[in-house]
């Protein structure tokens, strides 16, 4: 079970929200699972489910304190109610804090998160979630996070993330793009570039530099990297300074 949407700043009058997502083929019981406040690694307070919920493979369930305060802002009736368990989460911090997942005691996934993950066109972050955009790529690493689009009213509780992307194709070679073009316009698609590598060994490093068409520097996204055999790199849209990129090639 892995980490996979998290709201941390709600909007006034609304809740803070955790969503897991069963990766594996086995029928899990939630009542086993304990959520835990971290700082740096250490633990500052933690609550177990209290209630038994069957969370089946594949499966997305939203845990919040005021689930009712979740379905009212963020969704439709579409959404299956099945997939919320009410039940008491540790704090939060809206700036940034740290969530781990236990099993019987056992650490199985966690996330140290900061609100500067957002993307910096965002001025106001209250009420949108950090939604995580593959399921392979490992739970802490900052680019495997991403503002919830707008067109999905900024969080995605118990469905599909809005900035989740399909199952890539394996040997397109050593470096590509899941996508050529991109706009960073919060819609849900193709809102920023994910720069993809597969190499055949570990040792590998990598510098990774963003240019206009002019040849003048623009960001680094990378600098002496050093690779595992296949993940991906970030880029949002953004200079090196933080403002948002001109409309152009680069």
Same mark, same amino acid.
């Given at each position: 079970?892995?980490?996979?949407?998290?709201?941390?700043?709600?909007?006034?009058?609304?809740?803070?929200?955790?969503?897991?997502?069963?990766?594996?083929?086995?029928?899990?019981?939630?009542?086993?699972?304990?959520?835990?406040?971290?700082?740096?690694?250490?633990?500052?307070?933690?609550?177990?489910?209290?209630?038994?919920?069957?969370?089946?493979? #594949?499966?997305?369930?939203?845990?919040?304190?005021?689930?009712?305060?979740?379905?009212?802002?963020?969704?439709?009736?579409?959404?299956?109610?099945?997939?919320?368990?009410?039940?008491?989460?540790?704090?939060?911090?809206?700036?940034?804090?740290?969530?781990?997942?236990?099993?019987?005691?056992?650490?199985?996934?966690?996330?140290?998160?900061?609100?500067?993950?957002?993307?910096?066109?965002?001025?106001?972050?209250?009420?949108?979630?950090?939604?995580?955009?593959?399921?392979?790529?490992?739970? #802490?690493?900052?680019?495997?996070?991403?503002?919830?689009?707008?067109?999905?009213?900024?969080?995605?509780?118990?469905?599909?993330?809005? #900035?989740?992307?399909?199952? #890539?194709?394996?040997?397109?070679?050593?470096?590509?793009?899941?996508?050529?073009?991109?706009?960073?316009?919060?819609?849900?698609?193709?809102?920023?570039?994910?720069?993809?590598?597969?190499?055949?060994?570990?040792?590998?490093?990598?510098?990774?530099?963003?240019?206009?068409?002019?040849?003048?520097?623009?960001?680094?996204?990378?600098?002496?990297?050093?690779?595992?055999?296949?993940?991906?790199?970030?880029?949002?849209?953004?200079?090196?300074?933080?403002?948002?990129?001109?409309?152009?090639?680069?």
């Amino acid at each position: 079970i892995l980490i996979n949407e998290i709201l941390f700043n709600p909007n006034v009058g609304s809740s803070d929200f955790l969503e897991l997502y069963n990766t594996s083929d086995n029928v899990l019981n939630l009542a086993d699972f304990t959520i835990a406040n971290t700082d740096n690694g250490l633990i500052n307070s933690f609550e177990n489910i209290e209630t038994g919920y069957l969370l089946f493979p #594949q499966t997305y369930a939203v845990l919040s304190p005021a689930i009712q305060n979740i379905k009212n802002e963020y969704l439709d009736e579409t959404v299956n109610d099945a997939l919320f368990l009410e039940t008491n989460l540790p704090t939060f911090p809206s700036n940034k804090g740290g969530i781990l997942l236990l099993y019987n005691g056992s650490a199985i996934d966690g996330l140290e998160y900061s609100a500067d993950w957002h993307h910096t066109s965002i001025t106001n972050k209250q009420g949108i979630s950090l939604e995580r955009i593959d399921f392979d790529t490992e739970t #802490q690493n900052k680019d495997n996070w991403h503002s919830a689009a707008s067109d999905v009213g900024f969080a995605t509780p118990s469905y599909t993330n809005s #900035q989740s992307i399909d199952e #890539q194709s394996a040997n397109m070679g050593e470096v590509w793009l899941t996508n050529k073009t991109f706009s960073p316009d919060f819609d849900g698609f193709e809102d920023f570039l994910l720069i993809n590598y597969e190499v055949e060994q570990n040792g590998f490093s990598a510098t990774i530099n963003i240019y206009d068409a002019n040849g003048r520097w623009i960001k680094r996204i990378a600098k002496n990297d050093i690779l595992g055999t296949s993940g991906f790199y970030k880029w949002d849209g953004t200079t090196d300074n933080g403002t948002k990129a001109r409309m152009g090639i680069y």
